[in-house]
């Protein structure tokens, strides 16, 4: 697992060894990113079940100017924190080691509002995917923002989440990639 391309490119990233998690390969995660951009203009990114951070450090390699990781594994959130130190990416990231959700609830009151979300729980998880309308509804995502849900081809997720649409599947052998965006000529969801 390495960091594809932007300032760190190169970069070698520790992933955990067992089952606990999956992290996403850099053939996915290539891809993923030259359809998400490939470089970004700076922003906010959040890598929810962040493991090993592979997405949220290939974001701000590719020009975010900030990543929050959210990761309950121990073993998994001290390899993020390696590899974050080791791509001297400690100024401009916070890490939490907590529940997904309810880490949500702490970004919601502090008002966070990203520009990219990764969601990419366990696949045998599927009930975490609920989250997004609680991230749409409570304004964690910008309007110009992209919301990016890994899972299994047995998960069927929405096509739409409140008023955010899905505008993009891609599948990858046993992976699902689903891009959600703000439907064109929507404000901001009033609930």
């Keep these: 697992m390495r960091v594809i391309s932007g300032e760190r490119k190169g970069m070698p990233l520790k992933a955990v060894n067992g089952m606990t998690t999956r992290p996403t390969t850099d053939k996915v995660k290539e891809s993923l990113f030259n359809i998400l951009g490939p470089y970004f203009d ?10 090993s951070g592979g997405l949220g450090i290939e974001a701000l390699s590719r020009g975010m100017n900030k990543a929050i990781f959210i990761e309950k594994d121990g073993r998994a959130f001290q390899n993020l924190k390696s590899n974050i130190e080791k791509c001297r990416y400690e100024d401009c990231t916070e890490m939490y080691r907590n529940d997904a959700t309810r880490a949500l609830k702490i970004l919601i009151k502090k008002e966070v509002c990203a520009d990219l979300i990764f969601l990419d729980p366990p696949y045998k998880k599927s009930q975490y995917y609920k989250m997004v309308e609680d991230i749409v509804s409570n304004g964690v995502i910008s309007d110009g923002g992209t919301i990016v849900c890994e899972h299994d081809t047995e998960t069927n997720l929405p096509d739409e ?29 009033v609930g």
Excluded: C, P, Q
């Design 42 to 51: 700076g922003g906010i990114v959040l890598d929810l079940f962040a493991g």
């Design 161 to 189: 989440f409140l008023n955010f649409h899905k505008v993009r599947e891609e599948k990858y052998g046993g992976t699902i990639i689903s891009f959600y965006r703000l439907a064109e000529g929507e404000g901001d969801y």
